[in-house]
């Protein structure tokens, strides 16, 4: 149960089977940091490039294919005290003929107030004086190397996890991975200071993680699972919405049959008073969908 | 301010410019009485086929097109013992090599506790039993009359509101839908007395309800917006799940330059850090997703 | 054996159980005029309003619910020289980053060249100087009334036919609707000079048709079938593309089974090989998909 | 302009930067073996595993990023007298409803002619005694190193080619492909002897290619674009159809633009009259759509 600390060095742009920065056993917690989605470190230096540089690849000691990892999002707090957004919406949020009155895509900039735990416009425009958002630490883009040796460009998402932009990995947050490489090679980053449904924009900024890994052996999942104190969930990634939403709702039923007693029919009725999709995000090459579950409505609790 | 009873002697499955059940004035309020999915009333007597027949259609007077009806819906009673619900999930919500594995649809019982204001299933399968679900009544079928004299099956949804089943739709919620005919004629009916988002299930059941009406001269919307205390909403409905979120999207852009204030920059920036996207259902021909965000979150609330 | 002549002198912009404007009796054929697609005839006089006028309904004696309604279509001829088309392309067929450098959508002026069979831009660009297409009309909106009594707007297409705008109703092609009320009750308008894949644009103009009925007793579809001299094929309404792609090929499955003695797994052999999908619209609000299959594979022809 | 002759003995189931295995010149030809879906090669050995193993890769000299690597398929001839394909169809390709009634996706084989130049069932129905299929061989998976880096499954694929299972992707077409990494790296494999639109299946067998590659100079591409002796097309690949669909349009129109001398007013009406729009699968994780036009319909040919 060891406590590292790791300060990265450099940073990949692809999640797959790079060289291990760190090996950690299971049980152990590190404490790391990330830089933006630009690359941009905590004093603002160009430490990398687009997209989505991550810190890592963590090797778990012991994680085989087959196993899930298991990663508990301890803390996440801020490294800076400014963050960015695209101003404006992305034209596929919006109906066609309506893409042509967005506004510019220009780089808008915010003030992260660690005190207040509050974010808000350097430069608001009147309607927005004095508006405020409350500061919510979420983790982007983060995952395990995935199958068959692939590297995939940490832009998107897939069943590894990766650019998921979920507004529900915060502190307190365990997801399961379903490890696919020795070690499973852990990697992070792309932090937002806050962030609503959809992930019409982030706040891209740095940031210092702690999280803690355990290997879950021999359980798998087709799909990146996860739970809080009040919830559990699974995370589908795919276009259209309704693709990621069957792929949520699919690995949904295979958790509940597998390790919640609850076959098809029993599971079917839990689904239909108690699920909540969240749309994560709608803005990657691949959409994320949320299926997410009340612990309370499950009959035995987990 | 008439508050007008009204017990149907008919329903109808299509929305349309049929002949007004009742004449009421603007700020009227009626009580009336729904049937379920199937047409069952509350004393459980076929009294409607199949789908969703509707109680209406109210004409509203002064109502007329270019303006919109708003539709406070006051109360939600239940008025019998019993719903159902279809057993298992629809095959559009898993991954299609899954659906060889779902459970037959079968037709469910569920019993109505209106003192314990819960739900809970007649004959529970093991792993559920003494499991129940709260009480929580909602409109899955309401809207006005369409544009260009179309009459639409109760089945499905469009920019006149209809089967959206969507579990926002609540008391204490009001709604605002585009009168495209005189008196704009509005329908309702298909309570469920109790679904989580996407609509999975819904159990189906007879109601009474009360309404409040109020029309909205030379204020037009492209699909229905509601509100309630703490949220407004936006309401699109097609398929794919994309479009319904791009129609709720451009709508609720085109509402907040409208009525508060914010250009698309603005609006931006609150739907980036606020929004939240409610999957409405994702059974119906269309589907329906709405687009909310917390009248807190609007600079001068609403 | 009837020929019909038939001078529209109204139109509808809803497929619905309107009054017939004629009855004709099963093997009848019926000479008529078509508007274009805003209501300009064959003087360019405004003879009805958006969207798609029809001409019709046609009540074909002895069709009734649960029997297909079969249209030859005879001949469309010109009666015109001149059509139009909105200049560039819709905003859902290009990618959302690429809609604001589309061209604005103005109206475009093509000359009918009925003897040289050709068509050609009024003001063609530099670029297209001497540039001309084939004349090869074909039928835009066609169907029948639609089932519950629904009325259903021209501008989109469903089981009952509708705005398909598929390339391929031309002369010598036969359709098979699903009838739904007594006489069938046959429209059809929004004749295209000529016209590619996808509907980016079609030429609007106005036409004589001659059209032949059958009605086939006893057996039914649930979506439009068809066939030329060389193939048969099926149409799917609906978005996604991959959904009308789905009802287009279900519908195909069903009537090999029904009609060619070919079981699925027979029928998958054939489909695997031969099938082609025609994408016939991708702007209306619900796309189309023709599944087409040569008769030369099928085991017996048809 | 050497013609070489290259023997496999490995095969890699991602496309990425994997070290080439064989230096080739701008201009030169290769004659080289290609293997089954499944790892089968001509004396259906098991060579290799799932999915699609790959030939190459092919280092072009003088390939760099920011050039087309264009490749001419010269001919592709069959090297065993079998073939198989997945029994029914796909569950993804009919309504959701239709899936419990497929047949079970047993591996059915399939006997090449190579003088007969057709292919039929070894066992086949009865409904289909004597039928048989043209043999008419494709590439189903080829393409170069994607960007960033990356590794990509061959089971998928994405602007830089891959899994997109064409039947257009015979001999005497040239593909161009966009390079990423230096010497472009192309693989290729996966053939089919025939196949209709959409892959419901392909009849997967091994193959004698013979390819010409040609390095493009300060030319490039966002998708796979191609001609053959009367086609220009381009290639789409993503989800839902829709979205594969506009990316080839996009594609089509920058091309148009670049090479054709024809803004986007003139493309918009070339590509309304004359675009085919191809369903090249739907059946892999992202799905292929071409967008096709004749040489002829293009003012100066090309």
Chains 1, 2, 3, 4 share one sequence.
Not at 56 to 85: C, K, N, Y
Not at 141 to 165: E, W, Y
Not at 194 to 210: K, L, P, W, Y
Request: hydrophobic share 40%; net charge negative; proline share 7%.
């Amino acid at each position: 149960m060891t406590l590292h600390r790791f300060s990265p060095q450099s940073y990949f742009n692809t999640i797959g089977r790079h060289a291990a920065v760190l090996h950690i056993a299971d049980g152990d917690s590190v404490v790391t940091r990330t830089i933006d989605a630009h690359g941009a470190d905590a004093d603002e230096a160009q430490a990398a490039g687009e997209p989505n540089p991550m810190t890592g690849p963590f090797h778990v000691e012991g994680a085989a294919p087959g196993d899930l990892l298991s990663v508990t999002i301890d803390s996440i707090d801020m490294t800076r005290r400014q963050g960015w957004t695209r101003q404006g919406l992305a034209g596929n949020v919006v109906d066609p003929d309506k893409v042509a009155s967005l506004p510019a895509r220009e780089k808008i900039l915010w003030d992260i107030d660690r005190n207040g735990q509050s974010v808000s416009l350097r430069h608001a425009p009147p309607a927005l004086k004095g508006w405020s958002v409350p500061l919510e630490p979420m983790i982007g883009c983060l995952g395990v190397a995935p199958d068959m040796g692939q590297f995939i460009s940490t832009a998107t998402s897939g069943p590894h996890g990766g650019n998921m932009d979920y507004r529900g990995v915060r502190a307190g947050v365990t997801l399961y991975f379903p490890v696919s490489e020795p070690g499973a090679l852990f990697f992070l980053g792309d932090v937002h200071a806050a962030q609503g449904d959809g992930e019409i924009a982030g706040i891209e900024t740095s940031a210092e993680i702690q999280f803690t890994v355990r290997v879950v052996k021999g359980k798998t999942a087709a799909w990146p699972r996860g739970e809080d104190a009040d919830h559990i969930f699974t995370i589908g990634n795919a276009r259209p919405l309704d693709q990621a939403l069957q792929h949520a709702t699919t690995e949904m039923l295979n958790w509940l049959a597998e390790d919640f007693g609850l076959d098809h029919v029993a599971a079917g009725h839990v689904m239909a008073m108690f699920v909540r999709y969240d749309v994560a995000n709608v803005f990657n090459p691949a959409y994320s969908v949320a299926c997410r579950i009340p612990k309370s409505a499950l009959p035995q609790g987990i």
